[in-house]
C-alpha cells in the first residue's frame, strides 16, 4: 500500500519529513516553499487516491499562487500540531 493511499498515513509521513527537516536545520521559510513544490508537483502529477486528497487537489487547481502558497502553509501547520 502506498502512502498517498491512506489520509492518515499520509499526514504521517507529511509530520515525520517535516521534523526531519526542522531537525536537520531547515527554516521556516523553506519548509513552507517545499510544501508548495510538493503540493503543486502532487495535483499536477498525482491521482489523488482518498476523498481528502481529491479536495485538496481541487481546491489547489482553482487557487493562484498566493492561495496554492496558503493550502501548502495550512498543510504544514497540520502535521505540525500531530507532532
Known sequence: MSVLDNWDQW???LGDSL????DDGMKNEAVSDVAFQV?????NNVDPKN????VLSDLWHVADDKEQHAIAN??????????
Open 51 to 54: 476523498e481528502q486528497e481529491r
Open 11 to 13: 499526514k504521517s509521513f
Open 39 to 43: 503540493g503543486d508537483y502532487l495535483a
Open 19 to 22: 521534523k526531519n527537516a526542522e
Open 74 to 83: 495550512v498543510m504544514v501547520k497540520l502535521v505540525q500540531e500531530r507532532q
